[in-house]
Structures are given as C-alpha cells and as structure tokens.
C-alpha cells in the first residue's frame, strides 16, 4: 500500500544573537533544592540512553540547577508558541487595545473560501482558548480532523477543539492590534526585559499557504535557555528583577482551566486511570492529575510536537526547558524522531517524586517473571520505582525494541491486568502480538482498544488490514 507523506521544512539560517543577555546564576550546592550531584548524574545517564533530548534546562528558586545538551542552540519550539503568545496579549487586555468579547466577525476576519455567519460570532476569547467552533484548515498541521466537527455545528464557546486555524488567527489578532509583528512583540516584552541570550528577530520566520488559508503560522526559534527565562517569568508570576512586565492577574488567567480535564480526556482518549491528564486554559495545558503527588499542584506546561516544553511546578518552585531539535527535513508521514508525551511526562514524574525507573531492576538476578511479581506487590503511590501504566507501557517496549516479544508480552498482560480502562495498553498489547504472529488475539486487543478508545486511528487501520483467522 502506497503511503501519503508530507515533507516540511523546518528551520532557518541560524543568525548570532542580537545581543549578549544575561545568564542564570547557577547553584553549585544544591542545598536548598530537590536534587543532589548522583541524582544529575543518574538523570543524565538516563537521557543518554533513553531519549533524544538536545537541550534541557532546570531552574529552581530561579538559580540553574542542571542542564543538559545544547542549551544555546536556537530551533523550532513547535506549539510552545502559542504559550509564548498568550503572554503577550496581557499588555493589550490591560490596556484595552483588545477586548476579549470583541467577535471576529467585527474584526473583518475572514477566509477566501468564506466564514459562516454563526463562526463569525466566536470572540477573541473563543480563539485564545481554541472554542471558536471554527472548523476551518490551517496553513500547517495541528488541524485535529477526528474531533472536527460540520462546520457550522456548534455555537462558539460551546466545543473545544485543538485547531491551528484558532492560533494563527490569534497571531494576526495581535499584530492587528498592536500594529507590531508577533516577533517584534516578543522582541520587546520578552527578550530585552529577560536578557535572552541567543534571541535574533532574523531567525524567525512565518509559514504562508494562502491557498489554504489567510492566516499564516507565526513559528518560533528559540533556545532552550531562553524558554527557561519565559517559564521563570510565569512563575514569577509576571515579574522580573522587581518590575512587573506582565500583570499577575493576566498570567492566572490564562493558566486557569476553561476546558476541564473530563472534556480534554474525551478529545484525546484518556481516562481516569491515564497517568497524565490536563485541563486547558487559555493556550497553556494544566496538570490536573497529581493527587497523590501535592508538588504538582498549580502546575502547568506549554508542551509541542516532538518534545518542546516549558513546564513550570509552582509548589517547589521550579521551571523545566526541555527541547528535541526537529530536523530541517521532517516527513511527518513517517516516523521523525522526537520525545514522545508518555517519554517527557515520565521524565517530570521522576524528577519530582524521586521514583526510580523499574528498567533498574533489569539484572542477571532478576527475571521478567520476577520483576512483574515485584511490581505487582508495589502499591503505585509508595512504591520507590514509577509503576505507572505508562512507565510499565515504556518498560514492555524496551523488550520490544530487543525483539524478545515473549517476554514484552508478558509486560503488557500485566499492564491489562493493573490497568484494565487504558486503550493505549491494548493497543501496544496489540502490537506485541502481531510480531508474535498471534493476529486472531491481536485483533481481539486492537478492538478492545478502539472500544475503550473509539478515536484510535491506529486500531482502525491495523484492523482494517489484518484478517482474522491468521495463527491465532
């Protein structure tokens, strides 16, 4: 079968910094923080081996308290963007340039192919948390078509729907309210007040397919150093070396929930029993399921494809920059690298809760059967080792990638076991059997997923190509 693939470029000529900025004090002690010297090292290690991390970045009460890779480098923070944005509309709701309940129908917002009367109704707020109810294709991916609905459907306000067409329009939103460029925006409220240190105005770059749409995709290409300095902003609470650059009333606005977690859940699949769950504010994703874990409490993320993050832990203080550098040439219809979701929430998870990984229990000594029966007597919230379904989930892969499907099977039966409510368990359940040419049981896994998971395209096209009957 012929498969469809997309090639992009991501990327530009990297230009030098515009000017030098100023560095974070680094806190060579590590008294007054969550981690000691063998746990970085145990950390680095663990990304070494593990992950395709090229920059990451911790800050705690403001000081540098580990990095990782090339913190300098500058490259494509994908959805991060978007975050970035939401900062900067707070200058122009406080002043009154913008106004939230204005419609973008008044705004003269509209497409070649045309608007419906109703999706002209959507507001500036609709579009800054991504409830316009416009279900119109963007210049560049991040258009989610399984939960796009007939346009003209729904009120707007009424549907939460991660849509690109939302953001772009939110970008040109502020450039027409501004009268500024999103970069020039970024250039003066952020990068000269923080002191970014590899900010270039030349390196950034617009995406225009006005075939598709008016409204072009404002990337942004920062450095993993500099995304630090926008997440210690956040928990600043909008102040900066004494001086409130963005207001503190702003900044809780838009890391509040407008979309709770039960409709986020919904969208992507997930249930109570998922690891990591979110709500959705305006632009930024906040962590909602830490119950048993108070440090997360308030926390929040901006979070983009591939492995692009600014995650900020109000409780301990702390601010996470993680990067993947996608490639210049990605085809994003094949397999392109990155950090996966499940990989970088995982990593969080164990910084904080000090939980070690179970792949540590990997030895001579210890067998998979001795393992799993370790994992069953662990209790999740006690245990010192991440028995989470997706640490588990992560754990039967490491068998898979060795190809010992036998003994990544038995990971997986015992995942179903702990948690019965996860499609993604039967998916990769699933997968496990088709390498052990098991398709009739495959099959059966593969439908339990889509029944748990009815929006798996995955389950859909793995059963739509495999027969039953076939060694099962």
Known sequence: MAICTTILFIGCNTHKPQFDGVPFEKDTSLEDTDFTAEKLDSLSNFLRKNLETSGMLILQNGKVVYEYGNIKEVSYIASCRKSVLSILYGKYVENGAIDLNQTIGELGIDEDKGLLDIEKTATIDHIINSRSGVFYEPVNSGYDKKNILERGSVKPGDYFVYNNWDFNVAG???????????????????????????????????????????????????????????????????????????SKDWIEK?????????????????????????????????????????????????????????????KIKMVIAHKYKVPKLVNWGLKSGGVSEYSYWNLIFNIITGKKNIAE????????????????????????????????????????????????????????????????????????????????????????????????????????????????
């Open 172 to 246: 040109y939103i502020l450039e027409l309210k501004s009268g500024k460029s999103v970069y020039q925006e970024i250039e003066q409220q952020l990068a000269i007040p923080l002191g970014f240190q590899d900010w270039n105005i030349k390196n950034q770059k617009k995406k225009h397919k006005k075939d598709k749409s008016r409204y072009p995709a404002y990337h942004i290409y920062i450095s993993t150093r500099d995304m630090a300095k926008i997440g210690q902003l956040m928990l600043n609470r909008g102040k900066w070396n004494g001086k409130q650059l963005v």
């Open 254 to 314: 838009i890391t509040s929930t407008i979309t709770p977690k039960e409709i986020v859940n919904k969208r992507y699949g997930r249930d109570e029993s998922s690891p990591f769950q979110f709500s959705y504010g305006y632009m930024w994703w906040l962590i909602d399921n830490f119950k048993h874990y108070p440090d997360f409490e308030g926390a929040f993320t901006a979070s983009g494809w591939g492995g692009q993050y600014i995650t900020v832990i109000p």
């Open 361 to 472: 229990l990997l030895s001579k000594e210890k067998s998979v059967k001795q393992i799993i029966f370790f994992i069953k007597q662990e209790d999740q919230v006690t245990s010192d080792y991440d028995i989470s379904e997706s640490a588990i989930n992560n754990f039967g892969y490491k068998f898979m990638n060795r190809k010992d499907y036998k003994s990544a099977r038995e990971i997986f039966e015992l995942n179903i076991q702990l948690y019965p409510n996860s499609f993604n368990v039967f998916d990769s359940y699933g997968e496990c059997l088709l390498k052990l040419k098991l398709n009739q049981q495959a099959i059966d896994a593969y439908k339990k997923s889509l029944e748990l998971n009815p929006n798996n395209e995955k389950a859909k096209k793995i059963l739509k190509e495999n027969t039953v009957g076939n060694n099962g």
